[in-house]
């Protein structure tokens, strides 16, 4: 690779900052390379007043990263980086995608002008997302919270925006990539917020005819990461949920073996189903399996079609 390396990128604040990342991992990994940053503009980067669940059948496809596995499909870029939990189940043909380096904080965050956890916000608080994921478990943990779209790059949601709600909900790899902690609130529990798949992973998409880009990218790759967000994605593809579906799955490896939990909940918060399996990390594929079939039984597909049927009618409206 005598040419510098084209890296398509969006040019938000987070996604440049994640891409250094991935750039710089790169050059350790393979010193002497030279890298030239390609900024793309996404679906979702061009109408950011629009909230994600208005936006109809973009729900469905990849607002963030279609225009990036264009660029990659026309050669315009070597390849493109990507926070992975924004890579579609159905890639487009000939396109790969890879989580690369370590998964950041997996947790979702509180930032809050009353710099005080969820428990204790006022009645009736209101609290800023676009997440149906996040609306339906805050909704479960307290029916009086209030909920408004929002939208915008982390630094703007977790500064002035901090100012006009009780709250509001952001992913906790985003402030600690840019550095922002001093923001944080509160990291939300588990027990009250699973996090979307793949969530804190940063990820790659390139050409599968590219086999140098191929061994390029797996240099860089945390396998333990590899591993959890492949199979919180293969769950997300069973059970039917977009990005925007309101499910939460979190994979982990704790002394070897594979715990995998799920929760889906309904959007007014009063349906829910969750249920775990672990295993052998070698059953990974038979545990995302029966993770889904118990999930079934117990009714989570059929929330998630009615959620969904809700939003794209909202959408249409």
Do not use: W, Y
Request: proline share 5%.
């Amino acid at each position: 690779m005598s040419k510098p390396i084209r890296v398509g990128t969006r040019a938000s604040q987070l996604a440049l900052r994640q891409t250094h990342l991935i750039v710089d991992l790169l050059r350790a990994a393979r010193p002497g390379l030279e890298f030239e940053l390609v900024e793309i503009t996404t679906h979702g980067d061009r109408f950011q007043d629009t909230p994600i669940t208005g936006m109809g059948e973009q729900i469905d496809r990849g607002i963030f990263n279609t225009a990036l596995e264009e660029a990659v499909q026309r050669g315009e870029v070597d390849f493109a980086t990507c926070s992975f939990k924004d890579v579609e189940s159905q890639l487009p043909a000939g396109v790969v995608a890879t989580s690369v380096g370590r998964r950041e904080d997996h947790r979702d965050v509180l930032v809050s002008k009353h710099e005080q956890p969820l428990h204790a916000l006022p009645r009736g608080a209101i609290l800023a997302t676009s997440s149906p994921r996040r609306i339906s478990q805050l909704r479960a943990f307290r029916p009086d919270f209030r909920f408004e779209p929002l939208r915008g790059n982390v630094t703007t949601r977790a500064g002035k925006d901090r100012e006009r709600f009780d709250g509001v909900i952001l992913a906790a790899a985003g402030l600690l990539r840019l550095d922002l902690s001093d923001r944080i609130a509160q990291f939300v529990p588990e027990d009250i917020l699973l996090p979307a798949p793949a969530q804190a992973a940063m990820g790659c998409e390139f050409s599968a005819q590219r086999a140098d880009i191929a061994d390029l990218i797996a240099a860089i790759q945390d396998p333990p990461t590899e591993i959890c967000v492949r199979l919180e994605k293969e769950l997300l593809a069973r059970l039917s949920g977009g990005c925007f579906a309101p499910v939460g799955i979190l994979a982990r490896i704790v002394h070897g073996r594979l715990h995998l939990r799920c929760r889906i909940v309904s959007l007014n918060g009063q349906d829910r189903v969750e249920d775990s399996v672990a295993g052998d990390l070698a059953a990974g594929p038979a545990l995302v399996a029966s993770l889904c079939d118990k999930l079934t039984a117990a009714g989570g597909q059929e929330i998630i079609r009615r959620t969904r049927e809700s939003l794209q009618t909202r959408a249409s409206g």
